[in-house]
């Protein structure tokens, strides 16, 4: 399969084969997928929990208005944003930038002082605006991760149908430090895929 056979294979599965499991070995490259997607400033700002308590399933099912994938998915993965530890005073955005270790002390500082600098100027420093800011790097997360599954011929589902507050309470995080992004579903489809509908190319490319 070649990158645009799986782009078109993808698609929002809301059904999955229930008696069809994916084996550990290609979950484990999904994951992979998702570890060395890109991010701006190289920060990571992602966690990737797998749900695979079946009480647990029915209870994150409740809040993601109770759609089925959750419960028919073979994989199911929380993707959280992290939140107090992208302040360019913790410990965890030190050790990132710290762990660079083609720049010398002295860059390693003046890169953490442009990371401050562009999340004062560009993002904001409120924990609001860091997760905003977060959340939009954990999608590209996800979409390595749909499609190392699309290569290898699984299924998967994007979610954000959720209550986001009543999510976090069930899996019982803290919000300060981290909040649900999304939740992405795995597995096989039960059902015959539906034609894609994407707007023609001449409506949303432009040149100047």
């Not at 008696?19 to 060395?36: Q, Y």
């Not at 002390?105 to 420093?125: I, P, S």
């Not at 981290?178 to 707007?199: E, H, M, P, W």
Request: charged share 30%; proline share 1%.
């Amino acid at each position: 399969m070649n990158f645009k056979e799986a782009l078109n294979f993808r698609h929002a599965c809301k059904v999955f084969d229930e008696n069809k499991k994916i084996n550990s070995a290609d979950f484990d490259d999904i994951l992979e997928a998702g570890r060395l997607a890109p991010s701006s400033m190289g920060m990571q700002p992602w966690e990737f929990e797998v749900v695979e308590d079946k009480e647990l399933l029915q209870n994150l099912k409740k809040a993601c208005w109770d759609q089925v994938q959750i419960t028919t998915a073979s994989k199911v993965v929380v993707i959280y944003a992290k939140i107090d530890d992208l302040r360019a005073s913790s410990d965890y955005a030190k050790s990132i930038i710290c762990s660079r270790k083609d720049k010398s002390e002295d860059e390693q500082k003046a890169y953490l002082q442009k990371y401050a600098n562009m999340l004062k100027d560009n993002e904001g420093t409120s924990d609001k605006e860091l997760f905003g800011w977060a959340r939009a790097q954990c999608y590209l997360a996800a979409q390595n991760m749909m499609m190392q599954a699309a290569f290898l011929g699984i299924d998967s589902c994007p979610m954000e149908g959720f209550v986001r507050g009543q999510l976090e309470g069930v899996l019982g995080i803290d919000t300060k430090q981290k909040r649900v992004a999304l939740v992405l579903t795995f597995g096989y489809r039960k059902n015959t895929i539906s034609q894609k509908y994407r707007r023609d190319i001449k409506d949303i490319v432009s040149y100047r």
